[in-house]
Nanobody, 117 residues
Framework: VQLQASGGGLVQPGGSLKLSCVTSQDILGINAMRWYRQAPGNERELVASMSTRYNINYVDYRDSVKGRFTISRDSAKNTIYLQMTSLKPEDTAVYYC?????????WGQGTQVTVSS
């Protein structure tokens, strides 16, 4: 599975960004897709996840982004999204999309999100 993430950039605190991740594999055949992030000096952390197989739409978020971030998908485009609103400086990180498929993890290349005034 190849993953191509995009949509990162520089945004002011309180602003919004929408990340996209296109998969080479039919998204309905992938068990779950997730967004992770990693800030300098920190461990990579799970931000949001979605069960994608069989059109199930179970989603989950880390506490610090609940109510601000929304994970969604467009199955016809084999794409997942991460809509991020009310961004804070502590959201600054490289964001990675991840696919769990046939017992293995697959990773995209990451997209930088910087929240700064």
């Amino acid at each position: 599975v190849q993953l191509q993430a995009s949509g990162g950039g520089l945004v002011q605190p309180g602003g919004s960004l929408k990340l996209s991740c296109v998969t080479s594999q039919d998204i309905l055949g992938i068990n779950a897709m997730r967004w992770y992030r990693q800030a300098p000096g920190n461990e990579r952390e799970l931000v949001a996840s979605m069960s994608t197989r069989y059109n199930i739409n179970y989603v989950d978020y880390r506490d610090s982004v609940k109510g601000r971030f929304t994970i969604s998908r467009d199955s016809a485009k084999n794409t997942i999204y991460l809509q991020m609103t009310s961004l804070k400086p502590e959201d600054t990180a490289v964001y990675y999309c991840n696919a769990w498929f046939r017992g293995e993890d697959y990773w995209g290349q990451g997209t930088q999100v910087t929240v700064s005034s």
